[in-house]
């Protein structure tokens, strides 16, 4: 039987490595793309991996149309991942344009090689979307069918992501899956985003090594799962018969305030919190002394109130399971091994 050839676009972020691990156990040969500027650290998380074999990683970027033009001409993937973004929200308001470029073009760009290349045929596609294309929706809950209504210009630049690879579907035939998923962590996430921000706050401030963690806006409630979890719904998406969109969440919501306090408690502080909006703290229980305070500066200029997925769709026509895992172990996991990393590094 002729192993499946994949190519992972973005594959040296968190989702990066939770899906190759995923295709390598299934067979795959996995092949990666990531820009030239990446350093060890941007590849610390492929490194056992690419020790075990069966990864190839080739530089290159997705604002360069013509290399990708001959990098799957040289590879005829089966499936290709596009999962490359400059995914921080907060940072797209810096960078409005480079995120537009990267999200947005560097979608089409993708779309465009595959046709060049005359794969539209053989290779099935994968479109990382968002949650924050949704902006702040009137509905509970969103599904597939829900308007989108970006407040940033990550969410914007990721709404025409996704109708441009619906546009190639319908316009080219090719077999393309827009995947909206939802909010994923795990140990692996990025240090600038909230909720290693919060795990490695509490486990330096556990070690003695920090004082306090500044965080933005308590309030704001998202829906919170695994990336490990959500990598599968990735994979499922393009084993289907026919291609289609599907929300990814797990249909719960929590704040930013109850990520912190389950993350303190698991570090050994219980928080109770006083005051309000950009006055508001937690303290220590125990010792009454402050371990969270809000910083003013870090609250965006439009911000994202409450996300919650319905991905009833992908339960029934994927078969994904959205409570794998649960909040409370996900923050675990990511406490402990922010913690270990602090230990092996003293």
């Known amino acids: 039987m002729k192993h499946k050839t994949a190519l992972i676009i973005g594959i040296t972020g968190q989702d990066g490595y939770y899906l190759a691990h995923l295709l390598k156990q299934k067979n795959y040969a996995v092949h990666g793309l990531c820009r030239r500027v990446s350093t060890d650290n941007n590849t610390i998380r492929l490194h056992t991996l ?24 040289t590879l005829q993937p089966d499936e290709i991942y596009n999962l490359g973004a400059q995914s921080h929200v907060g940072i797209s308001f810096e960078n409005p344009s480079l995120t537009a470029q990267i999200d947005a073009l560097g979608t089409l760009h993708v779309l465009e090689a595959i046709r060049t290349a005359d794969l539209l045929k053989k290779t099935r596609f994968y479109q990382a979307g968002s949650s924050e294309m949704f902006g702040n929706p009137q509905t ?52 600038n985003f909230v909720t290693r921000k919060i795990t490695i706050g509490a486990a330096r401030i556990a070690s003695g090594q920090q004082d306090v963690l500044l965080l933005g806006n308590l309030d704001a409630l998202r829906d919170w799962g695994h990336a490990r979890d959500y990598v599968h719904a990735m994979w499922a998406m393009l084993q289907q018969a026919e291609p289609d969109d599907y929300v990814i969440a797990t249909g719960r919501t929590a704040t930013v305030r109850d990520f912190a306090t389950l993350a303190f408690r698991y570090a050994g502080m219980d928080l109770e919190w006083e005051g309000g909006g950009a006055n508001e703290i937690g303290r220590e229980r125990k010792t009454g002394t402050v371990r969270v305070k809000v910083d003013p500066a870090l609250l965006r200029p439009t911000d994202v109130h409450t996300l919650c997925g319905n991905s009833q769709k992908a339960q029934q026509k994927l078969g994904w399971n959205p409570h794998q895992t649960s909040l409370d172990d996900l923050v675990h996991e990511m406490l402990e091994a922010d913690m270990k990393r602090i230990r092996e590094a003293a």
């Open 50 to 73: 690419l020790n075990d074999g069966g990864i190839t990683l080739h530089p290159g970027d997705l604002l360069e149309p013509i290399a990708l033009v001959r990098l799957l001409h």
């Open 140 to 191: 509970t809950t969103q599904n597939e069918e829900t308007p989108f209504s970006p407040v940033s210009p990550y969410g914007a630049a990721k709404v025409y992501a996704h109708h441009i690879t619906t546009t190639y579907r319908q316009a080219y035939g090719l077999f393309a899956c827009n995947g909206i998923l939802f909010n994923h962590e795990s140990p692996w996430r990025g240090e």
